[in-house]
């Protein structure tokens, strides 16, 4: 009875100091980008020819950047993937990467017939998956890319002589938010993006597109992305915890440890 008391108190413990880190102890940092193609109305970068037309998007965590490509064209669009790269300060990351995914399910029965003899059965279904290394776009159609997440830390090396506090209004209210604004040559971070392209089903003759974008402007704050009330296409948010936050799943984790060796010690 009382490892049951001491496991109800730690089960309540670990839950308030769970919603204490997510709730409270999250911080972000929000980054705009800017590039040499238009935008439009969503603040998404535009590039377009007579052939291709190319939306890039960057919205969501961990710097998301999302394609739509239209062909413009009356003959079928070949787009080779493996020969198409994101440059992130000049290190090339590829879009196309040679790996399969499984994405499995089970399912389990259990039939107990007597108090000593229990019969089970399970089955896993799964389908494998693969992305292609080419993308056929039919004419006059378009077509989405799965985003490609380029960066999950927060950017901490910067120019800090050119910032600016504004007051940013959200679910929650006004608050006054710090932002760091950077040129082409001061920015702490430039992004290239490379796509090939071919009108022959054979891949000859291709034909490339490259636009280049950069980050123009930092502002780390506790402003939960959730609360706010304007998202443009053109900035992504990073999150990390706080030091209270870290403390806190610290003991969190301490506090399972020490529960098991209980549990263990009781037995």
């Known amino acids: 009875m009382r490892f049951i008391r001491i496991k109800r108190i730690f089960c309540i413990l670990t839950i308030t100091l769970g919603v204490i880190t997510f709730s409270g102890c999250t911080k972000y940092q929000y980054i705009t980008l800017s590039g040499n193609v238009n935008q439009n109305e969503s603040k998404a970068y535009v590039f377009e020819n007579d052939t291709v037309k190319v939306v890039y998007s960057f919205n969501g965590n961990c710097f998301p950047m999302s394609f739509e490509i239209y062909n413009k064209s009356n003959f079928p669009l070949y787009i080779d ?97 710090v932002f760091y604004y950077f040129k082409p040559d001061s920015t702490p971070m430039t992004l290239r993006c490379f796509l090939t392209f071919s009108l022959k089903d054979n891949k000859s003759e291709p034909f490339y597109i490259q636009n280049e974008f950069w980050v123009s402007s930092i502002s780390n704050t506790m402003l939960d992305p959730e609360n706010l009330m304007y998202k443009p296409s053109n900035q992504v948010y990073l999150q990390d915890l706080t030091g209270f936050g870290a403390v806190a799943w610290t003991v969190t984790i301490l506090g399972v440890i020490g529960i098991t060796c209980i549990a263990k010690a009781q037995q």
């Open 81 to 177: 993937w493996s020969k198409s790269s994101a440059i992130v300060n000049g290190h090339n990351i590829s879009l196309w990467k040679d790996i399969a995914t499984i994405n499995a399910s089970s399912s389990s029965e259990e039939y107990k017939f007597s108090k000593n003899f229990t019969y089970s059965n399970s089955d896993i279904t799964g389908t494998m998956a693969k992305s292609e290394q080419v993308t056929f776009v039919a004419p006059k159609s378009f077509i989405q890319r799965t985003p490609v997440y380029l960066r999950s830390e927060f950017i901490k090396q910067f120019d800090k002589s050119n910032k600016v506090r504004k007051n940013v209004y959200s679910k929650v209210g006004k608050t006054s938010e």
